[in-house]
């Protein structure tokens, strides 16, 4: 999902050159990937009232005031950085408006839904990818499609967001553990519990209470 890191270290490069057209490239580069990113995180209730597209415009101003700090001490791959910027942005959005309007956004709980752009190495999301379907499979694997968004949903925070970092961000194992703050190691043993978990809860009949694709003991 993120540029390619030549490129990307060879557009820094000319910004510390004073290259006047290279920040603005630099910026276009990542907008897509730090667009997904944010949609990936940004609540639902909260969504309708702030615009996406704000959002990116805002965290790239931020970025671009603190471009000459990052260039004199790089202390994060560079796209890694970008996402520190948006993910403390995105909290920032989400403490402001719910202290703001508490009761408003708390009475909308939409399912939080994930687009699904990607070819996740999950069994289940490969084959929503598939575009060659009758309408019968089409609608099993929109079914399908919904139960794994609930089961994500039903993951605890650590576990989504190993999800979203490496199914969705397309992040290496490397990279996922130095945007969480921990270990390899420890990153990868939290990936594979998330697996774990989302194969158990799609695994799990649905109950008579709730509707399908949401339904689960």
Known sequence: MWPDSGETQELLRRVAGHDPAAAGALWARHRAALRRMIDLRLDPALARRVDASDVVQEVLLKANQRLTDYLRAPALPFHLWLRQIARDHIIDQHRRHRVAERRSLDRERPLAVPAFGDHSSLELAAQLCDPGL??????????????????????????????????????????????????????????????????????EPPSRNEPPGLRRD
Do not use: C, K, W, Y
């Open 134 to 203: 009758t309408p019968a499979a089409a609608a099993l694997r929109a079914e399908l499609g919904r139960r794994f968004q609930a089961a994500l949903a039903q993951l605890d925070e650590d576990d989504r967001e190993i999800v979203l970092l490496r199914h969705f961000e397309q992040l290496s194992n490397g990279d996922a553990a130095r945007a969480l703050g921990i270990s390899e190691p420890a990153a990868g043993m939290r990936h594979l519990r998330a697996l774990r978990r989302l194969r158990a809860v799609l695994a």
